[in-house]
């Protein structure tokens, strides 16, 4: 299983808006709605930021949204802010009942 | 407050077996699937397999079938990975974290992770 592609990095300034894109195949982000977003610092485990596409667990800000379109999945971060400065990954079930990651988004705010 | 808490760091020699823990606390850890994540320094997540605590059915990635074993001790609410020879390449971050179930169903997400183990594999 190949992993999901994701741009190694994007950058904004506080109050900017951005957009990570995760891209699969049809037997991973296109045949389900099971795409999930994570939040990563450095040292630190991962953090649950979105999931099912695009809902959010209860205690992450509504300035992170998701949504999808065919085999592309994307996270959307509004009012960028310096706090939201890190690693971001997204994962997808897959046709073979296995997960699997994209490779991460480092997210610098300028 | 859900809870999983990883053993800590390892160093260990090539050929050398290693057993690493996660403990989940705050849920019914019978009724919620465990997986197991690796990410090797610098690289990206990778899921290695997931467990059901209540009735230890396993489920391995095929890249990590063969090469780790996954376990439960659902008395102590305990989840592990172990290795039964250790190679260079197994230096890495694990994580174990948990699938939440709605309605009995299993969810395709990870809802909570451990801290992490570090692993070092050197001669």
């Known amino acids: 299983q190949s992993a999901l592609t994701q741009p190694a990095s994007v950058s904004g300034s506080p109050g900017q808006s951005i957009t990570i894109s995760c891209t699969g195949t049809s037997s991973d982000v296109g045949g389900y709605n099971f795409v999930s977003w994570y939040q990563q610092d450095p040292g630190k485990g991962p953090k649950l930021m979105i999931y099912d596409v695009s809902n959010r667990p209860s205690g992450v800000s509504n300035r992170f949204s998701g949504s999808k379109s065919g085999n592309t999945a994307s996270l959307t971060i509004s009012g960028l802010q310096a706090e939201d400065e890190a690693d971001y990954y997204c994962s997808s079930y897959t046709s073979s009942s296995t997960w699997v990651f994209g490779g991460g988004t480092k997210l610098t705010v300028l | 407050e859900v809870q999983l808490v990883q053993s800590g760091a390892e160093v260990k020699k090539p050929g050398e077996s290693l057993k690493i823990s996660c403990k989940g606390s705050g849920y019914s850890f019978t009724s919620y699937w465990i997986a197991w994540v690796r990410q090797m320094p610098g690289k990206r997540l990778e899921w290695m397999g997931i467990i059901y605590p209540g009735d230890s059915d396993i489920r391995y990635s095929p890249s990590f079938q063969g090469q780790v074993t996954i376990s439960a001790d659902k008395s102590i609410s305990t989840a592990y990975l172990q290795w039964s020879s250790l190679k260079a390449s197994d230096t890495a971050m694990y994580y174990c974290?948990?699938?939440?179930?709605?309605?009995?169903?299993?969810?395709?997400?990870?809802?909570?992770w451990g801290q992490g183990t570090l692993v070092t594999v050197s001669s």
């Open positions: 974290a948990r699938l939440p179930s709605l309605f009995g169903v299993v969810q395709h997400y990870f809802d909570f």
